[in-house]
């Protein structure tokens, strides 16, 4: 598809179970972001890739977390041991910086995570 | 990084203009300012962006004054679909950090 694709679309676990995330970026975006959306909140910024550089993981709130990308393309985000507390909405952003000094983000559907 | 600050909510009417405005008062001279609208269980979606001055597109205007510490969204004749939450961001680069977001709620 043109978009960005983000699977699944919902994900119910216990807690204690690791949990995997994955998000398409739109072919040709060099840059992808990983935000968490709790029940009406705003968006918190978890992590960063861009090209080939270190990802920017300075957003992740605990070492469960964690993210690559393979090949500059999908990306998967990772959460370990998860805890009620991680419930929430992974949105999942691409953009071609090239284009302008940001770009603009496009966003995935989402990922909803609930933890029992 | 540029801290940005926006009303919680807003309320309107449709057919009338909206105005949203956002303090970014650390805003560093390489930011752009870009502006994104929410739909519930939607991932956010970008109206306009900005550097100084004026901006517009076929949905909305973007206002930068010259110290460009704030800047102003603004939706003409909004309806009711326009009832959103809207999102200023502030930066380049990385770390792109979304604020609260205004809530906006358009009446009939």
């Known amino acids: 598809g043109a978009g960005v694709s983000q699977s699944p679309s919902n994900k119910v676990t216990e807690k204690g179970k690791d949990v995997e995330l994955r998000c398409d970026p739109i072919s040709g975006h060099t840059a992808l972001y990983w935000y968490r959306q709790s029940l009406g909140q705003g968006l918190e910024f978890l992590i960063y890739f861009q090209g080939n550089s270190a990802p920017d993981k300075s957003g992740l709130p605990s070492d469960r977390f964690s993210a690559e990308r393979t090949g500059g393309s999908v990306s998967t985000l990772t959460i370990q041991r998860t805890q009620q507390e991680d419930s929430a909405v992974y949105l999942c952003a691409s953009s071609n910086p090239g284009q302008g000094i940001t770009g603009e983000l496009f966003f995935g559907e989402g990922s909803r995570l609930t933890v029992l | 990084l540029a801290k940005t600050t926006q009303p919680i909510s807003m309320d309107s009417y449709e057919g009338q203009e909206v105005n949203i405005t956002c303090s970014h008062n650390n805003i560093a001279t390489n930011d752009y300012i870009t502006w994104y609208q929410q739909f519930p269980s939607q991932g956010p979606r970008f109206i306009i962006q900005g550097y100084k001055t004026k901006v517009t597109n076929e949905v909305a205007s973007l206002f930068i004054p010259a110290d460009r510490k704030s800047s102003t969204l603004s939706l003409p004749r909004v309806s009711l679909s326009d009832t959103a939450v809207y999102y200023c961001?502030?930066?380049?680069?990385?770390?792109?950090?979304f604020g609260g977001g205004t809530r906006l709620m358009v009446k009939p």
């Open positions: 961001l502030v930066g380049g680069g990385n770390m792109l950090t």
